[in-house]
């Protein structure tokens, strides 16, 4: 089945200042990939997704990037502010009925 | 409106008892999914159903039975609780898009532990 790592467990940032999240996945067959935000307490909720026709995409302050010759993708946030402080969860499915496989997580802490 | 409900948000109860989660979602999905998200904050697939069909069934304990009623509906009984089922239960729903899976929309969570 798909295996999916994440890199770093843990990351502090000074407020504005860029953050970037890595996650490498195992089967070349998987076609979507999700970035999900969890605050404390809270629900996991999709900040950005990113399918495999597509290298890269934007969301104001959000990007997603894509390399599925290499099986990694990438998640930067840049002028990054308190409020992105949370758990950051990458995942990967290869599509159909499959469910997603998520990364370990990374605790993002930004610094005022 | 809530797009995905589970209750109840907590639950405490002994070892050996049978306890049930039960969660509603009003988005129009068709898939529905049970995560499990222990005290290290992994997330982890536990059931899916399609059409209240039973489509992935992890390697979890024949203990834990999902029952979905119709598709908005999808609940967890657990019977003979053990310490290790204490995790943060996460149900959730998306809308197959062709090959390719939906955004998949979490329920609150059910914090679940056992003494």
């Known amino acids: 089945g798909e295996n999916v790592e994440q890199h770093p467990s843990t990351l502090s940032v000074q407020e504005g200042d860029s953050a970037v999240i890595k996650c490498t996945y195992s089967d070349s067959a998987s076609n979507y990939f999700p970035w999900y935000k969890q605050e404390l307490g809270k629900r996991p909720q999709l900040i950005i997704d990113i399918r495999s026709n597509v290298g890269e995409k934007k969301d104001q302050r959000i990007a997603v990037t894509l390399n599925k010759t290499a099986k990694h993708f990438s998640l930067h946030i840049t002028e990054t502010q308190p409020e992105d402080s949370a758990v950051y969860f990458c995942a990967a499915s290869r599509g159909g009925r499959r469910a997603l496989t998520f990364g370990s997580g990374t605790r993002l802490q930004v610094q005022p | 409106d809530t797009a995905v409900s589970q209750t109840p948000k907590y639950l405490v109860t002994q070892m050996g008892n049978d306890k049930s989660i039960k969660c509603e979602q009003n988005?129009?999905?068709?898939?529905m999914y049970w995560y499990k998200q222990d005290s290290k904050k992994f997330l982890k697939i536990m059931f899916s159903?399609?059409?209240?069909?039973?489509?992935i069934n992890e390697t979890v304990p024949n203990r834990f039975s999902p029952k979905s009623p119709d598709k908005a509906h999808l609940n967890l009984h657990i019977n003979s609780l053990e310490l290790g089922d204490s995790a943060v239960y996460f149900c959730?729903?998306?809308?197959?898009?062709?090959?390719?899976?939906?955004?998949?929309?979490f329920g609150p969570g059910t914090r679940l532990t056992v003494l």
């Open positions: 959730a729903s998306s809308q197959l898009q062709g090959l390719t899976p939906g955004e998949q929309f």
């Open positions: 159903y399609n059409n209240k069909e039973l489509i």
């Open positions: 988005l129009g999905h068709d898939t």
